[in-house]
């Protein structure tokens, strides 16, 4: 069956950044493989939410003996540093939504949804977004929670099967179990088709916010 994007819906596109495409401090295994998938993507949406880690050098997480799944990992993603820069090639819409994540030294944030001084979920339904479709990296880890946090905020949650990268097979099967009973729905990309809809704009031609009636 295919879906039809509408002016309800968004791409969230999680931590596609150079660290944890091949070859970064924490690279995953095909993680530049989601890059074409994704820029087929982003012309079907009207709204979009890029995510990023954004650490400081000091950060709660980093470890000179990482032990990966307890939450400690080698330094990744460190503001102003080529690592924390997104992978080569990926398309990025000049009024997509950037969300920078863990910039406090003492909190780790998985999810978009987390961050402390800005409410994603809120900033959505202010602009009546009811359905999210999520890609990038990493499935069982940043990808899992975003979905998660986005079914307990009450949106309609599609994964993106094709568009997204696990860093280890196990963690990546546990990060599905969880989604599927989250109530996440898997998809792949060709099963997504444009409708043409998109959200009212708004700004006017003059550049002054258009105020449009709820609904």
């Known amino acids: 069956m295919t879906v039809l994007t509408g002016a309800r819906d968004a791409l969230i596109v999680v931590d596609v950044q150079r660290d944890f495409c091949p070859g970064g401090s924490l690279g995953v295994p095909g993680g530049d493989e989601i890059i074409p998938v994704i820029?087929?993507?982003?012309?079907?949406?009207?709204?979009?939410?890029?995510t990023r880690d954004w650490h400081p050098p000091n950060h709660?997480?980093?470890?000179?003996e990482p032990e990966y799944r307890d939450g400690s990992w080698p330094?990744?993603?460190?503001?102003?540093?080529?690592?924390?820069?997104?992978?080569?090639?990926?398309?990025?819409?000049?009024?997509?939504?950037?969300?920078?994540?863990?910039?406090?030294?003492?909190?780790?944030?998985?999810?978009?949804?987390?961050?402390?001084?800005?409410?994603?979920a809120d900033f959505l339904r202010r602009r009546r977004v009811e359905r999210l479709f999520v890609a990038g990296l990493t499935t069982d880890y940043c990808v899992r929670q975003t979905v998660l946090d986005?079914?307990?905020a009450g949106f309609t949650v599609y994964l993106l099967e094709d568009a997204?990268?696990?860093?280890?097979?196990?963690?990546?099967?546990?990060?599905?179990?969880?989604?599927?009973?989250?109530?996440?729905q898997r998809i792949r990309s060709e099963r997504i088709a444009d409708s043409g809809e998109r959200p009212a704009p708004a700004y006017d031609e003059d550049g002054d916010p258009i105020?449009?009636?709820h609904g």
Not at 39 to 50: D, E, S
Not at 60 to 64: E, I, L
Request: hydrophobic content about 45%.
């Open 39 to 50: 820029n087929r993507l982003v012309p079907m949406f009207g709204r979009w939410v890029y």
């Open 60 to 64: 709660v997480s980093f470890s000179a």
């Open 75 to 120: 330094p990744h993603a460190v503001q102003g540093t080529p690592g924390a820069e997104w992978c080569e090639g990926l398309d990025m819409p000049m009024n997509a939504i950037l969300v920078s994540k863990a910039d406090d030294p003492n909190r780790e944030e998985y999810s978009g949804f987390q961050v402390a001084r800005f409410d994603l």
């Open 150 to 152: 986005a079914r307990a």
């Open 164 to 184: 997204v990268r696990g860093v280890a097979s196990d963690t990546t099967a546990q990060a599905l179990v969880d989604m599927d009973a989250a109530g996440a």
């Open 211 to 213: 105020d449009h009636p």
